[in-house]
């Protein structure tokens, strides 16, 4: 599976963006799905998660209550809706898809990744 990733940009302290993350080559809707960011000098840092029927989600303590993850799976894209963004959220945001369906946590649950948007993040 391909994955595009957009909807990046730089934004002030408390704004909001929502990601997209668009698959080709294969359904969507057979795969959990994750967005992984990583901060320059950073190790990649897991932040949420969502099976692929939509009914299971994680999010790691860091987003919890500010970012939301969602999918259509008509249109083959998966979300990050990104609310009250802070400074350490600035990264480069990776969507990438697990080979199964089942809700998975962890980076190395997930092996096909797109190419990545850069989030920026000013005080």
């Known amino acids: 599976v391909q994955l595009q990733a957009s909807g990046g940009g730089l934004v002030q302290a408390g704004a909001s963006l929502r990601l997209s993350c668009v698959a080709s080559?294969?359904?969507?809707?057979?795969?959990?799905m994750a967005w992984i960011r990583q901060a320059p000098g950073k190790e990649r840092e897991f932040v949420t998660a969502i099976s692929s029927n939509g009914g299971a989600t994680y999010y790691a303590d860091s987003v919890k209550g500010r970012f939301t993850i969602s999918r259509d799976n008509a249109k083959n894209t998966v979300y990050l809706q990104m609310n009250n963004l802070k400074p350490e959220d600035t990264a480069v945001y990776y969507c990438a898809a697990a080979p199964s369906s089942g809700l998975r946590v962890g980076v190395p649950e997930y092996n096909y990744w797109g190419q990545g948007t850069q989030v920026t993040v000013s005080s």
């Open positions: 080559g294969r359904t969507l809707g057979r795969h959990a």
